[in-house]
């Protein structure tokens, strides 16, 4: 279940909304702001829909009587807004009446009120897939656009309150389309991650219940799925988390995000990436596996800018002009690789 606002959350957003639309409102507050909108997904959902709301309450009061008595009913019961400095000469034009108006009869009400109809109107969750052996590039509705991998799959649900992806297996790498009306939030083994305009790669790590969160553009707040007290951490560019959901521990480094996300644009990057890993990049494009006849090849650094789905016996070709190895073919779809200097085993 997504985090849903609270009453509290939803009077704080409202708040929050009269008070950046004020024109003495400074820097620090707008710190401020920011500190709160990371400090919680449900910060992120609330604030949206207030500032959605009291758009459309600006739109409709001089056209709408009706709204117009309730957000005078509203004006005269909610309390005044905390830490109001900001908001003073704010209080008597219409954006008070939209943020007063969300905080006395709070979002879901003003909205079914508005429009006569639910507050999130959502699409049909679409399943997407690809089991092909090259990336494949979906356009959503929203403008945004998702590059999904081999042997990966996701779901995706739109809605005019909010854009919600699963990725079910696999990896993918999101552009998404700014729309601060809607979070953009993607959900993966135990985390989600949050953002309205940005780029990048979420991860599930086969054999493990480990998921990889990588940004490459923008930001992104990344937390423990339904656990409301977990923690949760904002990615900055050229950041990398990584959650564990058997031993519920994450960490954070800094990586090289061009090679991480290669693979997007049709391309994999090595740098001192071991030969181990490197294969699984190229098996991954490729119906030809090649495998590891000598384990002590397995952390043998190796760089490089291939082409994913490209000739694997020219990358092999490649790889053995500069490495002392050589590969046996033991099937239609299999190629050993050994040391140069290792003898075959007996049969």
Known sequence: MENIPSEHTIRQAAVWYARLHAPDCGQAERHAFQKWLESDPSHAQAYASAERAA??????????????????????????????NCGSRILRNQLRYAAMLVMGV???????????RPTSVAEPVVAYANAELS???????????????????????????ERRVELN???????VAHDSSRPFAVTASGTRVVALGTEFQVELLPQKQTVSVTLAEGSVMVSEHKKRSAWREVLTPGEQLQFDEVSRRHSTQTVNTSRITSWSSGRLVFDATPLNQVLSEINRYSRTKVVLGDASLANVP??????????????????????????????????????????????
């Open 106 to 116: 709070g979002i879901a009400l003003f909205v079914a009120t508005l429009q006569n």
């Open 169 to 175: 297996k696999g990896r993918a790498y999101f552009e």
């Open 302 to 347: 190796i760089g490089g800018n291939f082409l994913a789905g490209g000739d694997t016996e020219e990358f092999l070709e490649t790889l053995m002009a500069v490495l002392p190895l050589r590969s046996i073919r033991t099937g239609a779809n299999e190629i050993v690789l050994f040391q140069r200097h290792t003898s075959l085993p007996s049969s």
């Open 135 to 161: 990336k494949r590039r979906i356009e959503l509705n929203d403008g945004s656009v998702v590059h999904l991998d081999v042997d990966s799959s996701i779901t995706v649900a739109l809605s005019n309150a």
């Open 55 to 84: 758009r459309l309450v600006t739109n409709r009061l001089a056209a709408d009587a009706r709204l117009k008595a309730l957000a005078d009913e509203a004006l005269r019961l909610a309390p005044e807004p905390v830490q109001a």
